[in-house]
C-alpha cells in the first residue's frame, strides 16, 4: 500500500527520508488522486505496525500536506500524523524544520514576515494543534526547532484576537495547552513570553475574557449572580492552561523586586485570581483542581501584591475579621484542610498553601491574626499530645515530623510565624519535641525570638492552661501522669550504684559510637560536648584576656 501510496502522488526520492514533486511550490494534487491517497492513508494506519514502514508513512504524509488539497484531506492526514506522532520511533520525519513550519502553517501560527496566505479550515487547525503538542512534548529537538522557529509569536497573536474572533472553544484550548508546553520545556520561550511579547499582561487579559468578570473596583472583580454561578467546564479548562502558563512564565517573580507599573499588574492578576478562589466549577474534583492551580500561581505573586486577597469591601455575608474581608483567606485555609484530610502526595499538595498562607501571615498582621484565631486557638486540652486529635493544630504539628523534609519544613514554619517566630510559644502549641527540628535548623535551641516584625500584643492563656502549666511536661507538651519513683526504698547506697551503672552504660555507648553525647557552642549551634566545651573555654578564656587588656 505504500507503493500505492507513492505511486498515487507521484513522487520521487531525494534521499532515503525526503520526498518531492515536480513544481515549486508543488502543484495541487487532482481530485482523484486525492481521494484514492485518503483511502490508502485509512488503510496504511489501521495495518502499519513495522517501525520502518511507520516512519515511511510519516514521511510521506509530511510531504503530502505540502501540497494544495482539500480540508478533509488535510484533516485526515493530520489524524494520521497525531497518532503516529506518539509512537517517539517514529518521530524523525516530524522533527525537521520544514515538518514544523508545515505543521505550524496548518495550525495557522506559523511565523512569517511575509503576508498569511488563506486561512486554514478550523477543524485543520485544531488536528495540526494536536500534532503539534504531541511532537513538542516528546522531542527535545522539536522543542529546540520550535523556539527557532519563534512559534510563540505566531501562537500569541491569535491568543490576541480572542476578543475579536468567535473560536472555537477547542481551538482555544489547544492553544493554550500548546503555550503551556513550550513554557514549561524551553526556558528561552518562557523569557521571550514574558518580556518580549509582554506575556503576563496578555495571558491576565484572556483569563479576564475567560472568566467573564466586571471589575467593581481597582481590586475587585465578579460576575452576575450571588453566589456566583459555577465557571462552565469548557472555562474552567481554558483558565487552567491559562493559569498554567501563568505559573511557567512568573515563576521566579516573587524572588525579586518589581517596579510600581509591575506591581500593579500583579495586584491586577492578583484580584482575577482572588475571583478564582470564590468561585467553583463543574464539579467537586474540578473546583479543586481549578483552585489548586490557582493556589500555585498565588505563590509565585510578589509578596506586597498580595494585599489584594484582602482590599475588597466587607459585603452581606462576608467573612469579616478586625474590619477586613477574610472570604479568600478563610478558603485557602480550608483548602489546606482538605488536602491534609486527603492525605495524597502531601509533598505538591501540601506545600504551595502552605507557603502561600506562611507569607500572607508574615506580612499582613490582620491575616496572622485571623489565621492564628484559627488554628492555634486558646489551649484548653493539656491532657493530650499536641499531636492528637482531629483539629486543624493537631494535623499541623502530626506532620511537623514527616518523613519528607520540605513537608515537614513547611508545616512547622507555618505554626512558628503564627506563633510571631516566639520560641517560647511555640513549644506551648507544639511541644519541644515536635518543635526540635525546626528550633535546630533555625539555631534557637536556646531559645528566644527571630528578627521578624511583629506587633507586641500578648498570648491569652485559658484558665485551664493557666492550672496545667506547672504540671506540662515541655517536650511532650501534654500534662504527664505521675510515675511512681523507682528509686523509692532504696539506701544511698544502692542508689549511688545504679547512677554508676547508668554512667558506664552511657560511656560504653559513647565509646562505641552508638551515641554521641551532644552540647551547644556558644553561637547556638548544636554541636559533640567535647567540642562544645572547647569552643566555652575558649570563649571564656578570650573574655579573661579582654578583660585583663582593660
Not at 304 to 330: F, H, I, Q, W
Request: charged fraction near 30%; include cysteine; charge should be negative.
Amino acid at each position: 500500500m505504500t507503493d500505492t501510496l507513492e505511486l498515487t502522488l507521484g513522487v520521487k526520492w531525494l534521499d532515503p527520508h525526503e520526498v518531492a514533486t515536480e513544481g515549486n511550490p508543488p502543484l495541487p494534487l487532482p481530485r482523484q488522486e486525492t481521494e484514492r491517497a485518503m483511502e490508502i492513508l485509512k488503510v496504511l494506519f489501521n495495518v502499519t505496525f513495522d517501525t520502518n514502514k511507520r516512519e515511511k508513512l510519516a514521511q510521506l504524509l509530511i510531504k503530502f500536506l505540502e501540497r494544495e488539497l482539500q480540508p478533509s484531506c488535510q484533516v485526515t492526514c493530520l489524524e494520521s500524523i497525531r497518532i503516529l506522532s506518539r509512537d517517539k520511533s517514529c518521530l524523525e520525519p516530524f522533527t525537521t524544520m520544514e515538518g514544523l513550519k508545515t505543521l505550524a502553517r496548518h495550525a495557522g501560527i506559523d511565523y512569517s514576515e511575509e503576508p498569511i496566505r488563506e486561512v486554514p479550515d478550523l477543524d485543520v487547525i485544531l488536528e495540526a494543534l494536536k500534532c503539534l503538542c504531541n511532537i513538542v512534548f516528546s522531542s527535545s529537538k522539536a522543542q529546540e526547532l520550535m523556539s527557532e522557529a519563534r512559534l510563540v509569536v505566531g501562537l500569541t497573536d491569535r491568543i490576541k484576537l480572542y476578543n475579536e474572533r468567535n473560536l472555537p472553544h477547542d481551538i482555544k484550548f489547544f492553544d493554550l495547552r500548546f503555550l503551556f508546553l513550550l513554557t514549561a520545556l524551553r526556558l528561552d520561550i518562557r523569557h521571550q513570553l514574558a518580556q518580549e511579547l509582554r506575556g503576563i499582561s496578555l495571558m491576565t487579559d484572556t483569563l479576564e475574557l475567560t472568566l467573564g468578570v466586571k471589575w467593581l473596583d481597582p481590586h475587585e472583580v465578579a460576575t452576575e449572580g450571588n453566589p456566583p454561578l459555577p465557571l462552565p467546564r469548557q472555562e474552567t479548562e481554558r483558565a487552567m492552561e491559562i493559569l498554567k502558563v501563568l505559573f511557567n512564565v512568573t515563576f521566579d517573580t516573587n524572588k525579586r523586586e518589581v517596579d510600581e507599573e509591575d506591581a500593579a499588574l500583579y495586584r491586577r492578576l492578583g484580584a482575577l485570581l482572588r475571583h478564582c478562589l470564590m468561585i467553583t466549577a463543574d464539579g467537586e474534583d474540578r473546583t479543586e483542581e481549578f483552585h489548586s492551580h490557582t493556589v500555585n500561581l498565588l505563590g509565585n505573586l510578589p509578596l506586597k501584591c498580595l494585599d489584594v486577597l484582602l482590599t475588597p469591601k466587607v459585603r452581606p455575608g462576608s467573612l469579616e475579621y478586625m474590619g477586613v474581608n477574610m472570604d479568600a483567606v478563610n478558603v485557602l485555609l480550608d483548602f489546606l484542610e482538605r488536602r491534609l484530610d486527603r492525605g495524597h502526595k502531601l509533598k505538591e499538595s501540601l506545600t504551595p498553601v502552605l507557603n502561600l498562607l506562611t507569607e500572607s501571615a508574615r506580612v499582613h498582621r490582620q491575616t496572622r491574626k485571623f489565621l492564628k484565631a484559627k488554628v492555634l486557638p486558646p489551649l484548653r486540652d493539656v491532657k493530650n499530645r499536641p499531636e492528637v486529635g482531629n483539629l486543624l493544630r493537631n494535623k499541623l504539628v502530626r506532620l511537623m515530623t514527616h518523613i519528607d523534609t520540605d513537608v515537614k519544613h513547611c508545616a512547622a514554619e507555618f505554626l512558628f510565624v503564627l506563633c510571631k517566630e516566639s520560641v517560647s510559644r511555640f513549644v506551648k502549641y507544639t511541644g519541644y519535641g515536635n518543635a526540635a527540628g525546626l528550633l535546630a535548623a533555625r539555631v534557637l535551641m536556646a531559645g528566644g525570638r527571630t528578627e521578624g516584625e511583629y506587633s507586641e500584643d500578648e498570648d491569652t492563656d485559658t484558665e485551664e492552661y493557666k492550672e496545667a502549666k506547672p504540671n506540662i511536661n515541655p517536650v511532650t507538651g501534654r500534662v504527664e501522669e505521675k510515675l511512681p519513683n523507682p528509686m523509692e526504698g532504696m539506701t544511698d547506697e544502692q542508689k549511688e550504684s545504679e547512677a554508676m551503672k547508668l554512667v558506664n552504660m552511657f560511656d560504653k555507648l559513647s565509646r562505641q559510637q552508638v551515641i554521641q553525647p551532644m552540647g551547644m557552642n556558644p553561637g547556638g549551634n548544636l554541636t559533640s560536648l567535647e567540642d562544645a566545651m572547647h569552643d566555652f573555654a575558649h570563649e571564656r578564656s578570650s573574655s579573661d584576656s579582654d578583660l585583663e587588656i582593660d
